[in-house]
């Protein structure tokens, strides 16, 4: 069976980067996204993709996109759940509705993508491979960013945990943690020369990800390359959590 993968964020920055890599070594690829079409804009550029519009806090839709997927292709057996949002704010003024939003789309959104996938393996017969974009915020806080930082720290447990209930089934789960990205989601920031600034002190190598950076482990992480490898969080930072 060759490989299928379901990239979520599929239309815009590392979920983008990630369909181009994985569609480059072979995978047939599934481009999901809020924006239906981005994820068209994506997979134009792809051979053997196609693409389908899904919101990934909504469960119907997220399990729509995944028996399309299975039904097209033949099988699913590998996710990337690259969808994600940031609303910032201090944690005295941020609203109770921005704060589920957040913690909805990047928390909830990737376990529902993930149980959706994990199902459709169990049902097929065979494992997988699962990968979770967290974020350095997995593990350290930046001001402003409650919402944020809560629902990433939360992906940090989900893969650990999915890692556990899903390993008798031969399902991989890792977690990816970027450090700051050049993406859309991040460009407000590294435009702005003090945040910029900031950021940059932090990271050894000076200087922000390519999203194909962050894309390249997502593809090591889905292949028989990293086969002993499940429960991991691998950051990709540029250093910022080592110093
Ligand atoms: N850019 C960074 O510096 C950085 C750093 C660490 C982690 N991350 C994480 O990487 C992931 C990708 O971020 P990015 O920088 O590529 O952002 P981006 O804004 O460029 O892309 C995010 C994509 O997710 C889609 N999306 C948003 N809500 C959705 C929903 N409900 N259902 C389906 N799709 C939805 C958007 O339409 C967009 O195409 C996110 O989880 C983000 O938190 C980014």
Redesign the pocket.
């Known amino acids: 069976m060759g490989n299928v993968t379901l990239v979520?964020?599929?239309?815009?920055?590392?979920?983008?980067a990630t369909c181009a890599v994985l569609a480059a070594r072979g995978d047939a690829v599934a481009c999901?996204?809020?924006?239906g079409e981005?994820a068209e804009r994506t997979a134009a550029a792809l051979d053997g993709s196609i693409a389908l519009a899904?919101?990934?806090?909504d469960q119907a839709e997220v399990e729509r996109a995944v028996s399309a997927t299975a039904e097209r292709f033949g099988s699913i057996n590998n996710i990337v759940?690259?969808?994600?949002?940031?609303i910032g704010g201090h944690a005295l003024d941020v609203e109770v509705d921005a704060f589920r939003q957040v913690v909805?789309?990047?928390l909830t959104?990737s376990f529902l993508t993930a149980q959706a996938a994990a199902r459709n393996m169990r049902a097929a017969g065979h494992g997988g491979a699962i990968v979770l974009?967290?974020?350095?915020?997995s593990h350290v806080a930046l001001p402003s960013a409650s919402a944020?930082c809560a629902s990433?720290g939360g992906v940090l447990m989900l893969g650990k945990s999915l890692a556990l209930d899903l390993a008798p089934l031969g399902i991989r789960v890792n977690v990816i943690?970027?450090?700051?990205?050049?993406?859309?989601?991040?460009a407000g920031s590294l435009a702005d020369p003090e945040r910029s600034a900031e950021f940059m002190a932090h990271i050894p190598l000076r200087r922000?990800?390519e999203?194909a950076e962050?894309a390249r482990v997502a593809a090591f992480l889905t292949s028989d390359d990293s086969s002993y490898m499940t429960g991991a969080f691998v950051p990709v930072d540029g250093g910022w959590l080592a110093s």
Not at 8 to 16: F, P, Q, R
Not at 81 to 86: K, L, P, S
Not at 177 to 186: A, E, I, K, L, N
């Open positions: 979520t964020g599929a239309g815009s920055g590392i979920g983008a999901v996204d809020l924006d981005s899904a919101d990934v806090t759940t690259c969808a994600g949002i940031e909805d789309v990047n959104g974009i967290g974020s350095l915020n944020y990433k943690g970027p450090g700051v990205t050049d993406t859309p989601m991040s922000p990800a999203p962050i």
